[in-house]
């Protein structure tokens, strides 16, 4: 998850390429939908005069990996330095 698509593509692509050196089964990275949040406040704290509005809005961009790998290669996978803007949760299923 980051607010910045550059360096979340960028970190999808390091992760796929360690996978495919190693000769893992993985599915390509798969884009979620990008989540907007939109916030409209009034730029003057009272009523007086201007009826004047401030709008700000964040885009949440998101990518899902499967990797179907054996629990110790997962910290040799995620071993790499990324952009501090790049959010990664890691889910380890057991079989």
Not at 12 to 21: E, G, L, M, N, T
Not at 50 to 64: G, L
Not at 76 to 85: K, L, Q, V
Request: glycine residues 2%; positive net charge.
């Amino acid at each position: 998850m980051t607010l910045k698509p550059g360096s979340l593509e960028e970190a999808c692509s390091q992760i796929a390429s360690k996978d495919k050196a190693k000769g893992l089964k993985i599915k390509e990275p798969v884009r979620i939908p990008t989540k907007i949040l939109r916030i409209t406040t009034r730029k003057s704290p009272s009523d007086e005069d201007t009826n004047t509005w401030d709008r700000y809005e964040m885009s949440i961009h998101k990518r899902v990996i499967d990797i179907m790998c054996p629990l110790s290669v997962v910290k040799e996978i995620t071993n790499f330095r990324i952009d501090p803007s790049v959010d990664v949760n890691l889910m380890v299923w057991k079989q």
